[in-house]
């Protein structure tokens, strides 16, 4: 057990809806990552906060956005719904600021378009 | 194209055989790691090789690095079924100003019994 924990578990929906992931990352971790897994890409980085301010961004589509809150979990608002969009998101976790450090994942949340 | 490729991109072993695992990267890294995946679960870090060495050891896994050649192996020695999973390096670095970690697209390893 890695500590973070992302809900839901599953998601499906519609095209054009938008939807909301949550992480509680690993007890004393200060930044949270966000990660879109997908068949024919790999594992991308969407996103890194640091205690509660944005650290880092990468392929982070303009309908995507993410904040961390003062307890420092973290939501991950997808809008606008495409069926690209399907795919594993992962939320991690890391001690610091630094994204070279170990990454702690969570077990993701499958997201389905219809 | 990808900072870390994985190669090769699936294997099949059988149970006790050694597995090894390679990783080419383009840039200067600071450190490069290695996760693994089980089906349907998250990644889990396995072994970090800093840039400054040249090989690490962890339980029934290894790791070199060459700087040199931009690559890097993972070996599990004596393998067993509960190895079975994808196996993803990921490169420390700098990419356009932005700090972060570079994934490669990972090798499916199969372990039959």
């Known amino acids: 057990d890695s500590g973070v924990t992302q809900t839901p578990k599953h998601l499906i929906t519609a095209t054009g809806q938008r939807v909301t992931l949550r992480c509680s990352p690993r007890?004393?971790?200060?930044?949270v990552y966000w990660y879109q897994q997908s068949l024919d890409q790999g594992l991308q980085f969407l996103i890194q906060?640091?205690?509660?301010?944005?650290?880092a961004k990468g392929n982070i589509l303009e309908r995507f956005s993410a904040q961390q809150f003062p307890d420092l979990h973290s939501e991950l608002n997808l809008s606008s719904l495409e069926l690209g969009d399907s795919a594993l998101y992962f939320c991690?976790?890391?001690?610091?600021?630094?994204?070279?450090?170990?990454?702690?994942f969570g077990d993701g949340t499958r997201l389905s378009i219809l | 194209s990808q900072q870390g490729e994985e190669d090769p991109q699936a294997l099949s072993i059988q149970e006790g055989e050694n597995a090894t695992m390679n990783c080419s990267y383009k840039?200067?890294?600071?450190?490069l790691q290695w996760y693994r995946q089980n089906s349907g679960r998250g990644l889990v870090h396995l072994i970090l090789?800093?840039?400054n060495e040249r090989e690490k050891h962890s339980g029934r896994l290894r790791v070199t690095l060459d700087t040199s050649k931009k690559s890097s192996s993972l070996l599990i020695t004596a393998s067993r079924a509960a190895d079975t999973a994808s196996y993803f390096c990921?490169?420390?670095?700098?990419?356009?100003?932005?700090?972060?970690?570079?994934w490669g697209a990972g090798t499916k390893l199969i372990i039959k019994p």
């Open positions: 090789i800093r840039s």
């Open positions: 991690a976790s890391s001690s610091k600021g630094s994204p070279w450090e170990p990454q702690h």
């Open positions: 906060y640091y205690n509660g301010e944005e650290r």
């Open positions: 007890s004393g971790d200060l930044s």
């Open positions: 990921a490169t420390a670095a700098n990419m356009d100003s932005n700090y972060q970690l570079i």
């Open positions: 840039t200067s890294i600071n450190n």
